[in-house]
């Protein structure tokens, strides 16, 4: 059974598309209009702008990512556990949002000032919520950094181009790579 998309919903899903192969730049207002059959006028209606539109991708795609991460850290076991179990969590629900990740990471200089700053916002948030998690991981005496925040950025730049390059690998299914990665980072935190 197909699912039901709302006016609102199909217009986020085929700006998704269409960011996602041509570009935030590279997208008009009128192209998603024509691939969905409704008028410029019916966009505008739902959303102020283009870049509204683009802010509504974000929050589609964000909402409810950093709480699922934050139940996987907060649950039983190690700290390490927890770490390794918010680390799979992440990943996993990163390529359900493969498409948006690359319109967030690549576009982000055409926004204003206000979209650069929601977009960072919930960059920060991604941000402060592994620092949080290495601190408990360095006062337990897992890990030795001298920097969280240099550790955290490494730790999203790997899976953020997870995304790039994961389903590229044909001899592994997407739990094999997701151990993979989550080896390497723990690895290149000293641990394992």
Known sequence: ????????????????????AHGYAGTSIRDIANTTGHSVSNVYHYFENKEALWLA?????????????????????????????????HLKEAVKH?????IFFIDEDRL????????????????????????????????????????AFNI??????????QNKIRNMSRQEVRTEVVGFILRGMGIG
Not at 71 to 80: L, T
Request: glycine share 6%; hydrophobic share 40%; proline share 2%.
């Open 112 to 151: 204003s000032r206000r979209g650069k700053k929601i977009n960072q916002r919930t960059q920060r948030e991604f941000l402060n919520l592994y620092k949080e998690q290495l601190l408990i991981l360095q006062e337990d005496g897992v890990i030795q950094s001298d920097n969280l925040s240099i550790l």
């Open 57 to 89: 991708i974000l929050e589609h795609s964000a909402s409810g990512i950093p709480e699922r991460l934050k139940k996987a850290a907060q649950g039983s076991g190690e700290p390490i556990e927890r770490f390794t179990r918010m680390l799979h969590t």
């Open 156 to 165: 999203l730049g790997i899976v953020n181009w997870h995304l790039r390059w």
């Open 1 to 20: 059974m197909a699912k039901q998309y709302s006016r609102r919903d199909e217009l986020i899903q085929v700006a998704i598309d269409l960011f996602a």
């Open 98 to 102: 493969q498409r948006e990740a690359k």
